[in-house]
């Protein structure tokens, strides 16, 4: 069993940056492709960006936030960062990380999910 805590949320003004974290545990992180989705009320969840370590690490973004977020890890802290820059409105949200053997945009490929921490950017 695998794991995911979220932290780093909070609220934020248009323009600024924060730095997401997601903690695994249950499973060495060198054996875990991670990726991070989002959702806004009444919205569905959408994919934001992930990492996947087969066959080299390779990271890939939703074209909403590339530009402006960089996925990265340190296995020896099994942390996933999410660096989020140029934030606006429209990216307030739950933000969520999941794990799983294969990551895509799908989040039907993760198998483990963390509970969550919300993004709130004011204009």
């Known amino acids: 069993q695998v794991q995911l805590v979220e932290s780093g949320g909070g609220l934020v003004q248009a323009g600024g940056s924060l730095r997401l974290s997601c903690v695994a545990s249950?499973?060495?992180?060198?054996?875990?492709?991670i990726g991070w989705f989002r959702q806004a009320p009444g919205n569905e969840r959408e994919f934001v960006a992930a990492?996947?370590?087969?066959?080299?690490?390779?990271?890939f973004y939703a074209d909403s936030v590339r530009g402006r977020s960089s996925i990265s890890r340190d296995i020896s802290k099994s942390t996933v960062f999410l660096q989020m820059n140029n934030l606006k409105p429209e990216d307030t949200a739950v933000y969520y990380c999941?794990?799983?053997?294969?990551?895509?945009?799908?989040?039907?490929?993760?198998?483990?999910w963390g509970q969550g921490t919300q993004v709130t950017v004011s204009s």
């Open positions: 990492i996947r370590r087969n066959p080299a690490v390779i990271t």
């Open positions: 249950g499973r060495p992180l060198g054996m875990l492709d």
């Open positions: 999941a794990a799983g053997s294969y990551a895509t945009m799908s989040d039907r490929n993760y198998d483990y």
